[in-house]
């Protein structure tokens, strides 16, 4: 009796959170609001960087891991306060499981991250990197600490998400040594 | 003098228009190089914010973005995105049995090499809000099941529903089942006894998650009661096949991550599995309740988990006659188990490669005879205790070689020791 009293309560709350529930705003951002997350209130300047072989290697290098680095272009976002460059916001496209993730990479003027955030999330949204677990990779620089083998954590339940936005951020860090945009 | 003054600038402007208006051919072409170039420079530009655009997609790319700084409040793209996602996991496990059992008799046990499960994930994400996501799964190269598929339909950005075949939310390994997730070639007996692994019904709930935990409550089809046995639960499985719905339970789950990387939770499963059946003119309730608390720990390099499960059975003496069983081979009125197992990559150190070499040790306990109904015996072959000692090799993160060595204990001494060997794979 307690069950079927527990189970009609349960229907009951289900229902109402559907017909109660506004609606969130979609959960894709784009790259000005990414920025002004970071860099809030920065004027921003974009840059085009075309990298040769020897890059791409070094790169790579760098990433360590075997992660691929295929970028033949590398573009930075620079973020500037008072006239002076505060940042710079990088956007790696990756796929998690079938489906892409995009994510920011800010780092400041002296190479270290200083936040991660989702841009887009294809795949379902119980595999999405948590904002706590991100957190993790602020105020790191690019070395052997910044890896799963290292210090950064897995996620339970999203393993694979876990590795890409790890190499992601590798990625972007290796890349930004090899073109050093300021 | 009026007149003297003019003609003494008129003559040198117009001189310099003449000597400005006739340009030589190099000038000429220095002008026509600067055009060109310019043109050119404004193309490569075009073209690296297209591939921007293709890597990245219209929605994150600001397509009216400026090139020298961007707009206070630049207005969002809305854009449904969606697409079909596949994916997969499998494991093909060979077990080697000891020709003796624990006592000296002959064990009896044939070695085997199975295609334990091949699985392929599909999913199909209508919008932000509403997804499909399904696992089929082919079991021992020729059993096909639908191991879940259900609709997810998100309320809000932390808040969902979820309805279908669902994964009883109970436990660390029978949500997240995938061979290079967990140490060692089997599950842990704990969760194939107590927690049935894989454990699946049809139903309706509800999940969410904040930063620090996450949660699930389900109300499923129960389990069916005629089909425990002295071993456990796992035969009650109904597998969402025509399942009896006489009675549903109640599934839910809460989990703390402390740290990244650091899980603590517990479940709880209760609902009545008599399924309609009756015995003397009297329906049979038989409810189960089964409860869980568990741990992961993966951080620098270490692989920890722990976990705590404890059923009891209401009924059992009519379930029992219901099914025909006597003396010690009646279901459990209580069961219980644990166990705690810890790994560590000898590999954490080497950077230059995403290869991980974990040697573990397993330490387990279950038993499905803690107690039993008034008229049964409990029999000590239920006790079984169980150390396992192994490796996961893992060349990448998503493919795994893992071999152990297990050895086995009962209260009867009927234990069979064994060495596994799995090669199991995640995409």
């Given at each position: 009796m307690a069950l079927l009293i527990f189970q009609r309560a349960f229907f009951c709350v289900a229902v109402s959170i559907l017909?109660?529930?506004?609606?969130?705003?979609?959960?894709?951002?784009?790259?000005?609001?990414?920025?002004?997350?970071?860099?809030?209130?920065?004027?921003?300047?974009?840059?085009?960087?075309?990298?040769?072989?020897?890059?791409?290697?070094?790169?790579?290098?760098?990433?360590?891991?075997?992660?691929?680095?295929?970028?033949?272009?590398?573009?930075?976002?620079?973020?500037?306060?008072?006239?002076?460059?505060?940042?710079?916001?990088?956007?790696?496209?990756?796929?998690?499981?079938?489906?892409?993730?995009?994510?920011?990479?800010?780092?400041?003027?002296?190479?270290?991250?200083?936040?991660?955030?989702?841009?887009?999330?294809?795949?379902?949204?119980?595999?999405?990197?948590?904002?706590?677990?991100?957190?993790?990779?602020?105020?790191?620089?690019?070395?052997?600490?910044?890896?799963?083998?290292?210090?950064?954590?897995?996620?339970?339940?999203?393993?694979?998400?876990?590795?890409?936005?790890?190499?992601?951020?590798?990625?972007?860090?290796?890349?930004?040594?090899?073109?050093?945009?300021? | 003098?009026?007149?003297?003054?003019?003609?003494?600038?008129?003559?040198?402007?117009?001189?310099?228009?003449?000597?400005?208006?006739?340009?030589?051919?190099?000038?000429?072409?220095?002008?026509?190089?600067?055009?060109?170039?310019?043109?050119?420079?404004?193309?490569?530009?075009?073209?690296?914010?297209?591939?921007?655009?293709?890597?990245?997609?219209?929605?994150?790319?600001?397509?009216?973005?400026?090139?020298?700084?961007?707009?206070?409040?630049?207005?969002?793209?809305?854009?449904?995105?969606?697409?079909?996602?596949?994916?997969?996991?499998?494991?093909?496990?060979?077990?080697?049995?000891?020709?003796?059992?624990?006592?000296?008799?002959?064990?009896?046990?044939?070695?085997?090499?199975?295609?334990?499960?091949?699985?392929?994930?599909?999913?199909?994400?209508?919008?932000?809000?509403?997804?499909?996501?399904?696992?089929?799964?082919?079991?021992?190269?020729?059993?096909?099941?639908?191991?879940f598929?259900y609709i997810d339909y998100?309320l809000?950005?932390?808040v969902g529903m979820r309805a279908g075949m669902l994964l009883a939310p109970l436990?660390?390994?029978n949500e997240?089942?995938?061979?290079?997730?967990?140490?060692?070639?089997?599950?842990?007996?704990?969760?194939?006894?107590?927690?049935?692994?894989?454990w699946r019904e049809n139903g309706i709930g509800l999940f969410g998650?904040?930063?620090?935990?996450?949660w699930r409550i389900y109300t499923m089809n129960s389990l069916n009661?005629?089909?425990?046995?002295?071993?456990?639960?796992?035969?009650g499985r109904q597998?969402g096949?025509?399942a009896k719905a006489e009675n549903f339970g109640i599934a839910a789950r809460w989990?703390?991550?402390?740290?990244?990387?650091?899980?603590?939770?517990?479940s709880m499963y209760t609902g009545n599995t008599?399924q309609?059946?009756?015995?003397?003119?009297?329906?049979?309730?038989?409810r189960v309740t089964i409860?869980?608390?568990?741990?992961?720990?993966?951080?620098?390099?270490?692989?920890?988990?722990?976990?705590?499960?404890?059923?009891?059975?209401?009924?059992?003496?009519?379930?029992?006659?219901?099914?025909?069983?006597?003396?010690?081979?009646?279901?459990?009125?209580?069961?219980?188990?644990?166990?705690?197992?810890?790994?560590?990559?000898?590999?954490?150190?080497?950077?230059?490669?995403?290869?991980?070499?974990?040697?573990?040790?397993?330490?387990?306990?279950?038993?499905?005879?803690?107690?039993?109904?008034?008229?049964?015996?409990?029999?000590?072959?239920?006790?079984?205790?169980?150390?396992?000692?192994?490796?996961?090799?893992?060349?990448?993160?998503?493919?795994?070689?893992?071999?152990?060595?297990?050895?086995?204990?009962?209260?009867?001494?009927?234990?069979?020791?064994?060495?596994?060997?799995?090669?199991?794979?995640?995409?």
């Amino acid at each position: 009796m307690a069950l079927l009293i527990f189970q009609r309560a349960f229907f009951c709350v289900a229902v109402s959170i559907l017909t109660a529930t506004q609606f969130l705003s979609a959960q894709t951002l784009t790259i000005t609001e990414g920025v002004q997350l970071a860099f809030p209130g920065s004027i921003v300047e974009r840059k085009t960087f075309f990298l040769n072989d020897e890059q791409k290697e070094e790169a790579r290098r760098l990433a360590g891991e075997n992660i691929p680095i295929d970028n033949n272009l590398v573009i930075p976002y620079i973020a500037h306060t008072d006239g002076n460059p505060v940042g710079i916001a990088y956007f790696d496209a990756h796929r998690v499981r079938t489906l892409q993730e995009v994510i920011m990479v800010a780092v400041d003027t002296e190479d270290r991250v200083i936040r991660i955030e989702t841009m887009r999330f294809q795949e379902p949204p119980n595999y999405r990197a948590p904002g706590r677990w991100m957190a993790q990779f602020e105020d790191r620089k690019l070395d052997r600490d910044l890896s799963q083998k290292g210090d950064i954590a897995t996620i339970t339940g999203a393993t694979l998400t876990a590795r890409a936005v790890t190499a992601a951020v590798r990625r972007v860090m290796a890349l930004h040594a090899v073109i050093d945009p300021l | 003098m009026t007149s003297s003054i003019r003609t003494s600038l008129i003559v040198p402007v117009l001189f310099m228009l003449l000597v400005s208006a006739v340009k030589t051919p190099e000038i000429v072409a220095q002008q026509a190089d600067s055009v060109r170039i310019a043109e050119l420079e404004r193309n490569v530009e075009a073209l690296a914010r297209e591939l921007e655009r293709m890597d990245l997609g219209d929605v994150v790319v600001d397509l009216d973005s400026g090139e020298k700084g961007f707009g206070p409040a630049a207005s969002r793209v809305y854009k449904i995105e969606s697409g079909l996602s596949i994916g997969g996991y499998g494991e093909f496990l060979y077990e080697n049995y000891a020709g003796k059992k624990q006592d000296g008799s002959a064990s009896g046990k044939t070695d085997q090499f199975d295609a334990l499960r091949a699985i392929l994930y599909t999913g199909y994400k209508f919008n932000d809000r509403l997804l499909f996501n399904s696992e089929i799964e082919v079991e021992h190269a020729k059993e096909i099941y639908l191991e879940f598929a259900y609709i997810d339909y998100m309320l809000t950005d932390n808040v969902g529903m979820r309805a279908g075949m669902l994964l009883a939310p109970l436990g660390l390994t029978n949500e997240l089942h995938e061979p290079p997730i967990f140490l060692g070639t089997e599950r842990p007996l704990t969760e194939n006894k107590i927690i049935p692994t894989t454990w699946r019904e049809n139903g309706i709930g509800l999940f969410g998650e904040t930063e620090t935990t996450s949660w699930r409550i389900y109300t499923m089809n129960s389990l069916n009661g005629a089909k425990f046995s002295s071993s456990g639960l796992r035969g009650g499985r109904q597998k969402g096949a025509k399942a009896k719905a006489e009675n549903f339970g109640i599934a839910a789950r809460w989990d703390y991550i402390a740290t990244p990387g650091l899980l603590l939770g517990a479940s709880m499963y209760t609902g009545n599995t008599g399924q309609g059946a009756e015995l003397n003119g009297s329906e049979v309730g038989g409810r189960v309740t089964i409860w869980d608390l568990h741990m992961d720990y993966k951080v620098n390099g270490f692989d920890l988990r722990a976990l705590w499960a404890h059923a009891s059975v209401k009924d059992v003496d009519k379930l029992n006659q219901l099914i025909g069983l006597a003396g010690s081979s009646g279901i459990g009125e209580a069961m219980g188990g644990w166990f705690v197992q810890a790994g560590y990559d000898l590999l954490r150190t080497k950077q230059d490669t995403e290869s991980a070499f974990i040697p573990y040790v397993r330490h387990e306990r279950v038993n499905t005879h803690q107690a039993v109904a008034s008229g049964y015996s409990a029999s000590a072959s239920k006790d079984l205790t169980a150390i396992s000692l192994g490796f996961a090799w893992k060349p990448a993160t998503q493919v795994v070689f893992k071999g152990d060595y297990q050895m086995h204990e009962t209260g009867t001494s009927s234990g069979i020791n064994q060495i596994n060997f799995v090669v199991g794979w995640l995409y």
